[in-house]
């Protein structure tokens, strides 16, 4: 089991930046791996960015890629997304989610919100124009 507990969120103006964080205990870190999905009203959830356990980043969008970072502390079982130059389409609850990955799978499916099994409570987002 995995339990995560995302922070960091609250509101800006346009062009701003604020750093999510996400908490991770329970079990070993080492072959997890973590990522970021948000979800707006009336939306489906979707992918922001993600990191595996042996450190391959994946974006969704290009104007995420560049405006958006996600970093690992893996000494603290944390997990980090620093969003700069933020719009208001970037208003959402900012979810953290974690799935155990056997050493021997290759690193796929990860914009996939199903295939992750574990979820924080997400932490809120609010940019202003």
């Known amino acids: 089991q995995v339990q995560l507990v995302e922070s960091g969120g609250g509101s800006v103006q346009a062009g701003g930046s604020l750093r999510l964080s996400c908490a991770a205990s329970?079990?070993?870190?080492?072959?997890?791996?973590m990522a970021w999905f948000r979800q707006a009203p009336g939306k489906e959830r979707e992918f922001v960015a993600a990191?595996?356990?042996?450190?391959?980043?994946?974006y969704d969008t290009d104007s995420q890629k560049g405006r958006f970072a996600i970093s690992r502390d893996h000494a603290k079982n944390m997990v980090y997304v620093q969003m700069n130059t933020l719009r208001p389409d970037d208003t959402a609850v900012y979810f953290c989610?974690?799935?155990?990955?056997?050493?021997?799978?290759?690193?796929?499916?990860?914009?996939?919100?199903?295939?992750?099994?574990?979820w924080g409570q997400g932490t809120q987002v609010t940019v202003s124009s």
């Open positions: 989610a974690a799935r155990i990955r056997p050493f021997n799978r290759p690193y796929a499916d990860y914009k996939n919100p199903r295939a992750y099994d574990y």
């Open positions: 329970g079990r070993t870190f080492g072959s997890i791996d």
């Open positions: 990191e595996s356990w042996d450190g391959i980043e994946a």
